[in-house]
C-alpha cells in the first residue's frame, strides 16, 4: 500500500486530495472517498456485475467487518480459498477491514473488558480478543485493516474512557505482534470519545507505532455537531501529513464536510445502506459550484438530502429520482415504478435504490475533490449549507436555523 497527498488546502489538518495504491490495480483510489458498506465483502443490493458498472474512478473500495465472519465460512475454509478476493472473485477490489460497523457489529462498552472488544452481532453479543480478530484478518486477507479497538461512546465516564485508550494502544501492540507481515498493511486505531485530551493522547502514542495510516474511532456515537471539529482537529494534528486516515461513524453530507474539512481521507459507513433499506432516494444537488440548484418540489415528509418513496405521493410519480442522473435506475425507471416496487415488497426495489443512491454519494464525494482541486472547498461547503437552509426557511418557516448545529456553526 503507498498514499501520496496531490493537494490540500490550509495546510496541515485541512482538507486535502490524495492517492491510494493497494490491491492488483495500477490505478489509485482517490480520496476523500467513500468506502461502501458490505455484508461479507458485497454490498446489500449490489451483485457483482451490477457493482461493477458504478462511477468509481479506479479500483472500488469495500469495507468489510471482520466481525460478520465469526458466524461463517470459517477463517480455515476462507484461508484455503485464497482470502476474500478470491472467494468474491473480486481480485481488482480493495478491501478495507475495521472492525465496526452499524448493522450487524456494533461496539458495546459495557461488556468490554481487559481481554478484548465486545459486539453486538446478529448471534449475540461476542467478545472479540486481539488473538481472535487477528485469525480472521489472516484469513480474510484484505489490502488494509484496522487494529481492534474499544470505541466507547460520548457519555462514559473519564475512567472508562481512558480505559478505552489504554486498551487500544495495548492491542495494537498485540495486533501487530500476531500480524504475520509485521504491520505492513495495518492502520493503527484511535479512540477517546468526547475528551480532547485522551484523543490527543492515544494519537500521540498510535503515532509513534510502525502503522501505514490511522482508523479514527469512536465518532458517531453520542458527540454533538459543535464539539465533534476540536476533537477531529486535535487527532489530525497529532498525526503524520504522509499517512491515509480513515473514519467510521461519519456518514451524513455534513459530517462528511466537517471530516474533509479536518483532513480525513477515507470514510466509512452503513448510510447507503439504511437509506435504500428505508426506502429513500437521496436527491440533493452535488455539483453545486457549477451552479446546480435544488429545483425538485418536496412534501413535508421530505427534507433537503433525500425523499421517501414510501410514500403515496409518488404514486403517480412519472419523473425520475433525480433529472439528469445518468444511473441506470434515474435512466430507466420513474419514481412511480419504484414506489410500486416497494408497497408490493419487491427486492427489486432496493435494487434500483442502492444503483442510484450509490451513484449518487459517489457523486458528491467527486464534487468534493474537485472543489479542493481548485481551492474552493470552503465555497463548496458554504453553498451546501445556504442551499439547505434555503429549503428548510422555505418549506418550514417556523423552523429557526440556528437549531440545526451544522448550520449555525458553519454560518456564523
Not at 477490489?93 to 465486545?118: H, M, Q, T, Y
Not at 490527543?200 to 502503522?211: G, L, M, S, Y
Not at 429513500?280 to 421530505?302: K, S, V
Request: charged share 20%; proline share 6%.
Amino acid at each position: 500500500m503507498r498514499f501520496a497527498v496531490n493537494h490540500s488546502c490550509g495546510g496541515i489538518g485541512g482538507a486535502r486530495v490524495g492517492a491510494l495504491f493497494a490491491g492488483n490495480s495500477p490505478i489509485p483510489v482517490e480520496t476523500p472517498a467513500l468506502l461502501l458498506s458490505t455484508r461479507k465483502g458485497l454490498p446489500a443490493f449490489l451483485s457483482r456485475d451490477l457493482l461493477a458498472n458504478l462511477p468509481f474512478p479506479g479500483p472500488h473500495p469495500l469495507h468489510i467487518s471482520p466481525i460478520n465472519f465469526i458466524h461463517g465460512p470459517t477463517p480455515s475454509i476462507i484461508s484455503s480459498i485464497g482470502g476474500l478476493h478470491q472467494m468474491l472473485a473480486l481480485q481488482n477490489c480493495v478491501f478495507v477491514a475495521s472492525a465496526r460497523d452499524s448493522i450487524e457489529s456494533l461496539p458495546e462498552s459495557v461488556a468490554a473488558n481487559k481481554l478484548g472488544a465486545s459486539f453486538e452481532t446478529p448471534g449475540g453479543r461476542r467478545l472479540v480478543k486481539p488473538s481472535d480478530y487477528m485469525e480472521i484478518i489472516s484469513s480474510l486477507k484484505p489490502d488494509f485493516w484496522a487494529s481492534l479497538a474499544d470505541e466507547v461512546p460520548a457519555w462514559v465516564s473519564e475512567k472508562r474512557n481512558k480505559a478505552s485508550v489504554d486498551r487500544t494502544v495495548r492491542w495494537l501492540d498485540d495486533c501487530i505482534a500476531l500480524d504475520k507481515t509485521g504491520g505492513s498493511n495495518i492502520f493503527g486505531a484511535i479512540v477517546g470519545g468526547a475528551s480532547v485530551e485522551e484523543r490527543k493522547r492515544c494519537a500521540t502514542e498510535v503515532a509513534k507505532k510502525n502503522v501505514r495510516g490511522f482508523y479514527i474511532g469512536g465518532f458517531g456515537l453520542g458527540e454533538s455537531m459543535e464539539e465533534r471539529p476540536s476533537l477531529l482537529n486535535t487527532v489530525v494534528d497529532s498525526l503524520p501529513e504522509e499517512k491515509p486516515r480513515q473514519i467510521s461513524g461519519l456518514a451524513l453530507p455534513e459530517e462528511v464536510l466537517q471530516g474533509v474539512a479536518a483532513g480525513i481521507d477515507l470514510f466509512d459507513s452503513t448510510y447507503i445502506y439504511q437509506l435504500t433499506f428505508g426506502g429513500l432516494a437521496l436527491i440533493f444537488p452535488i455539483d453545486i459550484l457549477e451552479g446546480e440548484i435544488f429545483n425538485t418540489q418536496l412534501h413535508n415528509f421530505d427534507d433537503f438530502t433525500k425523499i421517501n418513496l414510501r410514500a403515496a405521493v409518488y404514486r403517480k410519480d412519472t419523473s425520475p429520482l433525480v433529472e439528469n442522473c445518468s444511473c441506470y435506475t434515474c435512466q430507466n425507471h420513474t419514481r412511480a415504478y419504484i414506489n410500486h416496487l416497494l408497497n408490493v415488497h419487491e427486492m427489486l426495489a432496493q435494487i434500483l435504490l442502492e444503483i442510484h443512491n450509490t451513484h449518487h454519494y459517489l457523486g458528491f464525494f467527486r464534487s468534493i475533490r474537485e472543489a479542493i482541486k481548485i481551492d474552493k472547498f470552503d465555497l463548496f461547503c458554504k453553498k451546501f449549507v445556504e442551499g439547505r437552509r434555503a429549503h428548510l426557511t422555505s418549506s418550514q418557516p417556523c423552523y429557526d436555523v440556528h437549531e440545526s448545529p451544522f448550520l449555525s456553526t458553519q454560518t456564523n
